[in-house]
């Protein structure tokens, strides 16, 4: 037997084809099979997911606005020095003419204007009523214009006029990561705001603190509990456990209104503490638009996301750990700081990095119960899509903060792991 | 643990001054709500002081003393501050008269180790009425919001009324406003339009994908998982931004080059972003499913000559459906408790229930918000109650398939 299989070279398949040339054909067919099952999805999560993101990457450096609506001054303006002082000179003044005339036709202007407007306050003004005017002029035969735009206004008399435009002409640009961390670009190079204006590095600060707060407020109030959970009876702790996972699976916008009735001057917590006397009526504690309201809100709807990974790990801790330390003299204090914490060190990680992420992102809650000082970076964020209307600094806030999260996430992986991430 | 801890009567001398304690602690808060701090602790310890001597050392006779004190207090309640106070009061009564002979009989120890000292005891009740106050914590602003959306005032608080337990306080008119008011019905309809489609995609797509990263060997498995894992991962705030600057584009194409009908290419938006947000939901739920799944079922299939597709339908599918459908009510639930991605990819006429509750918090506060939440709170133990279900099924499934 062993003779003639020898004999007959390499092993054959059924079909007659070496066996090992048919195994990596099924192989390979097996790997094809699994992708074309998740080519679907993968597809679908790449245009409506990804895709996105990368367009968002995109608007925090993109800036055609400037050269594409002014081609013509922005050539005429690589020759000029802004260092000078010194206003440019008549072909730069002839060529803005040319480009505004077609950018009016197009209603282009009022755009441009108010793009530089985010980097220099009256531009948007400027370019408006300017517009006016210039469209009664004939680029062919009215020329020279140097003066009768300084005429029009005397904003275009002004050198640093020129050198915002000519600063903020390529297409590619910091400016808005420059802005996003309170700096500006200016002819001289990036520059710190003026004080009055400094508001982002704040509010990353102030996001970064209460976000700490926040995780740390969270491990302190799920470490009892997840221990308490972990070490009752399976029939006691599941019946706990719908305390934990009601507020989970309550909608988010129910828990925020309910805090909201519950911080306000006349609402729950003030009523009662009223009642009983411990605080005077006139004297209400304000616990609701400001930090301390944002803290408690959102203490409260992220500490189930601490609660479930912590009970989690703490279930695996044998208990005979802890007696054997007690038996052979530990005192309580040794044995839970000895034996029992460094056990359970993973599942404060998890949470932590868990909660830490979800709270630096949030937006509702403290939009509801922040008021102005409780605020995170997210709502300036939204600030600047829905009223401002300053995109692309709020592409590059919201690509700061990806790169944070990112990170985060990345430590996560190395702690966890991925595929570690379990639900309910 | 142990039932078997023998238990003692205690002594007077750690009984008397125990009680006293818990009374002055409760006459605190009765004091301060009657005008006097220092009376109330007095009153509060002497009170329960001499109770506790009364019924250890005359009554003798637990059943009887317990009635009394609840009936007593809840009396006293009454007197002082109405209706209200009568609950309080009969809560107050029940919790002394237990506690009274909790320490006296020496039950507390009844469920310990033997061997504890007395200070390991004290810690350990000090622990439990700590994770209580936690408890009390996670629920109470959950429990709040369903009275107070029976409220016959405008108002987001509790009434004199209310407190008084008079029907006049208590009414229906909020959850009237709620399903008579146009605002509130369209956007309850646009919340069932939107999230059943979302969730119909994202399942499908899901479950299919899941099959796919279950197989054996997928080249670049991670990779994908993190791809797929991500719309749960990035800040919802961040997957608005990039949606609005990306479905704005697409918007405009829609409509100006394809001539599309503006209503139905916002509901095409929202859908399609809400779709995105369930899928990592639908993945790990139903990945964690199949991790159980006994593979020789398929190839047993196979054997008996059932095609890909009728193996999948009849042999997997109902296997793993369970997984299926928490998954797709995590992904319902997310679409249907969404509100940053809307807000910034919708307009108006798509207006969900979500957004129209943050609106109303936000600029007029309206209390049919209350009644909607109320509604909502009712739907969610729904679906917990369901998803718990199917977790236990799956369980069950899975203990019966050999391992």
Redesign the interface.
């Known amino acids: 037997m062993t003779d003639a299989s020898q004999n007959a070279g390499p092993m054959l398949a059924a079909d007659g084809t070496p066996l090992k040339q048919s195994l990596a054909r099924s192989l390979r067919r097996q790997k094809l099979r699994a992708l074309l099952l998740v080519a679907p999805l993968l597809l679908f999560v790449m245009f409506s997911f990804i895709v996105p993101i990368a367009s968002m990457l995109f608007r925090s450096v993109e800036n055609g606005i400037v050269e594409n609506t002014l081609p013509l001054t922005v050539q005429a303006l690589s020759k000029w020095d802004e260092q000078s002082g010194e206003l440019p000179e008549e072909d730069v003044y002839d060529a803005f003419v040319r480009d505004m005339v077609v950018a009016i036709d197009n209603k282009q202007h009022t755009r441009l204007g108010s793009r530089l407007n985010y980097e220099e306050t009256g531009m948007s003004s400027m370019f408006r009523r300017s517009g006016r005017q210039l469209n009664k002029l004939d680029p062919e035969t009215d020329g020279p214009f140097k003066d009768q735009l300084i005429e029009i206004h005397d904003g275009w008399g002004d050198p640093k006029t020129w050198a915002v435009i000519k600063t903020h002409s390529p297409a590619v640009t910091n400016g808005y990561f420059l802005n996003a961390v309170d700096m500006r670009r200016t002819p001289e190079g990036a520059q710190s705001q003026p004080e009055d204006k400094q508001i982002l590095i704040k509010l990353f600060g102030r996001t970064l603190f209460m976000s700490l707060v926040i995780t740390a407020s969270c491990i302190l109030l799920a470490y009892p509990v997840s221990y308490l959970l972990a070490t009752l009876p399976m029939r006691v702790s599941n019946l706990l456990m719908i305390l934990v996972l009601l507020p989970f699976w309550t909608s988010l916008l129910v828990r925020t209104s309910a805090w909201k009735v519950m911080l306000q001057q006349q609402g729950v917590i003030n009523d009662t503490l009223v009642w009983l006397g411990l605080v005077a009526d006139d004297a209400r504690l304000i616990i609701i638009n400001n930090q301390i309201g944002t803290i408690i809100a959102m203490t409260h709807i992220l500490l189930p996301f601490m609660i479930l990974p912590m009970y989690s790990v703490m279930q695996t801790i044998p208990p005979s750990y802890t007696r054997a330390a007690k038996s052979m003299g530990a005192t309580n204090w040794t044995t839970f700081w000895r034996i029992y914490f460094p056990q359970s060190i993973p599942g404060i990680g998890a949470g932590s990095i868990l909660v830490f992420i979800l709270a630096i992102g949030y937006y509702i809650t403290p939009e509801i119960v922040g008021g102005t000082k409780g605020v995170f970076i997210s709502n300036r964020i939204a600030y600047h899509i829905s009223s401002s209307l300053n995109w692309g600094l709020a592409a590059a806030l919201g690509t700061i903060l990806l790169a944070v999260v990112l990170l985060l996430y990345w430590v996560y992986d190395k702690i966890v792991g991925i595929d570690n991430v379990k639900l309910g | 643990m142990a039932a078997l801890t023998p238990i003692s009567r205690k002594p007077m001398s750690v009984v008397l001054p125990t009680v006293a304690l818990a009374g002055a602690f409760a006459g605190m808060?009765v004091?301060?709500?009657n005008?006097s701090?220092p009376l109330g602790i007095l009153g509060g310890a002497v009170l329960m002081t001499g109770l506790a001597w009364v019924f250890i050392n005359v009554l003798k006779n637990e059943q009887m003393a317990r009635w009394i004190t609840i009936l007593a207090f809840g009396i006293a309640g009454i007197l002082l501050s109405g209706p209200m106070g009568g609950v309080l009061g009969l809560l107050g009564g029940w919790f002394f008269a237990w506690f009274i002979y909790w320490l006296y009989e020496g039950r507390y120890r009844q469920k310990l180790l033997p061997y504890l000292t007395a200070k390991?005891v004290f810690?350990h009740y000090l622990?439990?009425v700590?994770?209580g106050a936690?408890?009390v914590?996670?629920?109470?602003?959950?429990l709040?919001?369903l009275p107070?959306s029976f409220n016959a005032q405008d108002?987001?608080?509790?009434t004199p009324e209310m407190l008084r337990l008079d029907p006049e306080g208590y009414s229906l008119k909020h959850y009237r406003d709620f399903f008579t008011n146009n605002e509130w019905q369209r956007s309850f309809k646009n919340s069932l339009i939107i999230a059943p489609i979302a969730t119909v995609?994202s399942v499908s797509?899901?479950t299919?994908?899941a099959?796919?990263?279950s197989?054996?060997?997928?080249?670049g498995r991670?990779a994908?998982?993190?791809?797929?894992?991500?719309?749960m991962?990035?800040?919802?705030?961040?997957?608005a931004?990039?949606?609005?600057?990306?479905?704005s584009?697409i918007g405009r194409f829609l409509e100006g080059t394809l001539g599309m009908n503006k209503n139905f290419v916002g509901y095409l938006k929202v859908i399609?972003?809400h779709?995105?947000l369930g899928?990592p939901?639908v993945i790990?739920?139903v990945t964690?499913t199949l991790v159980g799944f006994d593979r020789s079922l398929t190839r047993a299939a196979a054997n008996m000559g059932a095609g890909p597709v009728r193996t999948f339908f009849s042999i997997q599918m109902p296997l793993i459906l369970p997984g299926v459908i928490?998954g797709g009510l995590?992904a319902f639930?997310t679409s249907?408790?969404e509100?940053?991605v809307v807000?910034?990819v919708g307009s108006a006429s798509q207006k969900t229930l979500?957004w129209q509750?943050?609106t109303g918090?936000?600029e007029q506060i309206s209390p049919t918000?209350?009644a909607v939440?109320t509604i909502?709170?009712v739907l969610?133990?729904g679906?917990?109650a369901t998803?718990e279900l199917l977790?236990r099924r799956s369980e069950r499934l899975r203990g019966l398939s050999p391992a």
């Open positions: 808060f004091g301060a709500g005008g701090i390991q810690y622990f439990r700590i994770c936690i408890f914590f996670l629920i109470t602003p959950i709040v919001v107070l108002f987001f608080t509790f995609i797509l899901g299919l994908a099959i796919g990263l197989q054996s060997h997928v080249p991670r994908i998982m993190g791809i797929l894992i991500s719309p991962i990035v800040p919802l705030i961040i997957s931004t990039g949606m609005f600057f990306f479905y584009d399609l972003a779709a995105v899928i939901f790990i739920t964690a928490s995590f639930i249907f408790d509100v940053v807000l910034f979500p509750m943050f918090l936000r918000i209350l939440a909502l709170v969610s133990i679906l917990l998803v977790r």
